[in-house]
């Protein structure tokens, strides 16, 4: 007959003692609920305590873990037609977080697999769906899509911020707080790292915000603290680069850094720059003082000068200059009367010259450390000079003595 069942009678010995309407009720629900992917033996057992129950009960849920999530499957009982699947209600726990889950209503086609995707790609993505409007197989499908699209975004923003943190100086620290703070879909957020240089502590605060469209984060300043004084500063970065953590530390202590620097036409400059204690903004930070290339400032001119042993070495001469344009108090060996010492120097272009002090802190004039040529060269100009200096006065002398015998 035409409106006859297609059911196996071997599938439903078991249900002999109920009615027609009930093991066709039951063979329905299973056959859509296993094409779903949902077949454990519990479910078909509460399936059918819920189908040959003869209750007035016109909602019923049944609880299932399959696949890694919590399942809530509700089914309503129409009138002449039993129960009817018509909500799927799936949860995950987050890993590492007590009590805490990501969630999702599905509409009666979604499949388990379809589902469990979902969810994990929603512990990694930030989602702005509301999890109680429920969706159906082709919107769970192309959100999916979407997140898939934003956990590769999220994956690559991770990279570029922790990319530049390490060129920023600030190491690995806090890659995992940047990460669980990315996840977290935070409008803005803080991270707190420290670092130490010659002995001493920086506490600095790094400052993220997510853009206007939520899509990417973007570091754009960090605030950094001398721990042991009175001494606090806010660093902005451009484009991501900027100040970075070692050189902010060497403004702070009063050094000069040299920085490629943007104005606000976009176009970049060349400065040395340093911290001027003297003037703050409206904000309370303390000035930057540049010092362009019209201020002719060349540390090379006095290092040139210097009788520094192994500077002829290769690389030896680049790398103290780019140490000093870092704003690192550098220390050399250089040679004073036939004996090594050990000197520090520091870029000084506010004074257009470079600071030179001894292990005890305790400045050096830079002529007792001069190559020997240059010396030499020194004292014939010297002599040079006290000969001019003697050839003029003794003229002098003798047109007053021509004055007094007139």
């Known amino acids: 007959m035409d409106d006859e069942l297609n059911i196996d009678p071997r599938e439903t010995d078991y249900l002999d003692h109920i009615d027609m309407y009930q093991a066709i009720n039951f063979y329905e629900l299973r056959t859509q609920l296993a094409d779903l992917g949902f077949n454990e033996d519990l479910l078909l057992n509460e399936l059918r305590s819920m189908v040959t129950a003869n209750t007035e009960k016109l909602l019923h849920d049944i609880y299932i873990q399959q696949g890694g999530a919590d399942f809530a499957l509700s ?53 702005d769906h509301d999890p109680f409007m429920p969706l159906n197989l082709q919107e769970s499908q192309a959100y999916i899509h979407l997140l898939k699209t934003n956990h590769v975004m999220n994956d690559q923003n991770l990279s570029y911020l922790q990319k530049q943190l390490l060129n920023l100086g600030f190491g690995e620290k806090v890659n995992d707080e940047l990460e669980k703070n990315i996840k977290s879909g935070k409008k803005e957020f803080t991270l707190a790292t420290e670092q130490e240089y010659n002995k001493q502590s920086v506490d600095y605060t790094l400052h993220y915000k997510a853009g ?28 991501g680069s900027g100040i970075t953590a070692k050189e902010a530390y060497n403004l702070m202590e009063g050094r000069a850094v040299h920085k490629q620097l943007e104005n606000l036409e976009g176009e970049k400059y060349n400065a040395w720059i340093i911290i ?15 010092f362009t290339d019209g201020w002719n400032y060349k540390p090379e001119r006095a290092i040139d000068k210097l009788d520094i042993v192994g500077i002829n070495e290769e690389g030896a001469r680049d790398k103290l200059m780019k140490s000093l344009e870092k704003g690192n108090r550098h220390q050399v060996t250089a040679m004073k009367d036939g004996k090594e010492v050990k000197l520090y120097l520091e870029a000084n272009p506010a004074e257009h010259r470079v600071n030179l002090t001894n292990w005890k802190g305790e400045a050096q004039q830079l002529e007792h450390y001069k190559k020997p040529e240059l010396k030499a060269e020194n004292k014939k100009d010297q002599k040079q000079a006290q000969a001019q200096e003697d050839a003029q006065a003794k003229k002098q002398s003798r047109k007053r003595g021509a004055k007094m015998s007139v």
Do not use: H, W
């Not at 960090?222 to 451009?238: E, G, P, V, W």
């Open 75 to 127: 089914f309503k009982k129409e009138k002449n037609s039993g129960y009817q699947l018509y909500c799927i209600d799936a949860s995950m726990d987050i890993p590492g977080k007590v009590n805490n889950q990501v969630m999702q209503y599905f509409q009666p086609d979604v499949p388990v697999s379809t589902a469990t995707e979902l969810l994990r790609l929603s512990l990694f993505v930030r989602n």
């Open 212 to 239: 206007d469209q939520n899509d990417m984060y973007f570091f754009n300043k960090y605030d950094a603290s001398l721990r042991d004084k009175d001494m606090q500063q806010t660093f902005y970065l451009n484009k």
């Open 276 to 290: 001027d204690k003297e003037n703050k903004t409206e904000n309370g930070n303390f000035k930057l003082r540049p």
